[in-house]
């Protein structure tokens, strides 16, 4: 059963259509992240979820019930914002409960509810503090917190680690991540960093231009990226995509990853344009004919600007997309001497 499920939505103002027909589901229990560049329409289309935009046309509904014209209240979801919006005058444990006890929550189950939340996120000892007390990380667990306390089977996320500095975003990447699998909950997820994505989702919602680029898995969308956008926007460094006619034949983009992309005796010829030293490993960036390709390999390779290298990798690390539509290509590539 799908937790929730937009058909054919749009969000327009005036000629401008923020969403465009986008259409998804997300099934019970799932972790579904919406991933896209800035203006893509990601954070819209959770507004238009939550109920806090109006749809233009289309159907939002949440498990059964469509709730398109239904009003935030009766919605039936949690949402935590990038901002936190904590209230500053109110303690950790009054911001918690304050939307039990608007509803009218009794005061011995609110009581009851919040020992639980304050125990899942560690912040027993921190319930007497006002927001200006916490730490950036604290404060998003009271933002967890007051989400989870209202037992809503949907959870809506805005951008809620973008303020957090790198070290923290990755704890705090693999905390949500285990508090959903614990609660059991449907989380949907919006972020413009695919490291969060990658590493978070079951399901991936990429999207550009307020459309759905494609949608799948994080596996389906690194193994079998459906447009040469949708490969450039996954993976760290992400996807070579390339024009290259001798290897493809004409109208066709090869794309190849630069983990798959090695150093050799063969291959296709090239110039090292410069080299990354990054640890583990090293990030080589060549030179062929006018265009640059990535090749990440392991260790550190001092490899001089202007040095000659051949580039190889497998028939099986190739993709093809179209040059015009950028939508990929069921083709295999002419046959080239390739490393096996």
């Not at 959770?46 to 749809?55: H, K, M, S």
Request: glycine content about 8%; hydrophobic content about 45%; charged content about 20%.
């Amino acid at each position: 059963m799908s937790a929730v499920s937009l058909r054919n939505v749009v969000k327009a103002w005036g000629a401008t259509r923020a969403v465009d027909d986008v259409s998804f589901e997300a099934a019970e229990g799932r972790f579904a992240v919406m991933l896209g560049p800035s203006g893509c329409g990601k954070s819209t289309t959770l507004r238009l979820i939550a109920g806090l935009e109006r749809v233009s046309s289309g159907r939002v509904l949440i498990g059964d019930a469509d709730v398109t014209e239904l009003p935030p209240a009766k919605r039936r979801l949690a949402m935590v914002f990038q901002s936190y919006a904590l209230f500053p005058h109110l303690s950790v444990a009054e911001n918690i409960v304050f939307g039990l006890k608007v509803r009218g929550v009794p005061a011995a189950e609110r009581a009851a509810r919040l020992a639980r939340v304050a125990a899942l996120l560690g912040l027993e000892k921190l319930l007497e503090r006002k927001p200006a007390q916490l730490s950036g990380g604290q404060q998003q667990r009271v933002a967890l917190g007051r989400a989870i306390i209202a037992e809503t089977p949907l959870c809506l996320m805005d951008e809620p680690l973008s303020n957090l500095d790198a070290q923290l975003r990755h704890d705090m990447r693999r905390e949500i991540r285990a508090l959903q699998q614990k609660l059991g909950i449907t989380m949907l997820y919006v972020t413009h960093d695919q490291s969060e994505a990658m590493s978070m989702a079951d399901q991936v919602i990429l999207l550009r231009d307020g459309r759905v680029e494609q949608d799948g898995s994080p596996a389906d969308l690194y193994d079998r990226p459906a447009s040469a956008f949708a490969a450039r926007f996954i993976g760290t460094p992400p996807m070579n995509v390339v024009a290259l006619p001798a290897l493809t034949g004409e109208g066709l983009l090869l794309g190849v990853r630069p983990e798959d992309v090695r150093l050799g005796a063969d291959g296709l010829a090239a110039t090292v344009a410069a080299s990354e030293y990054l640890g583990a490993d090293s990030i080589v960036t060549c030179r062929v004919s006018d265009q640059l390709v990535n090749a990440r390999v392991a260790g550190d390779a001092r490899l001089a600007p202007g040095a000659q290298v051949w580039l190889s990798w497998t028939p099986a690390a190739q993709h093809l997309f179209d040059a015009q539509s950028g939508k990929r290509v069921e083709r295999a590539a002419p046959a080239v001497k390739f490393v096996a």
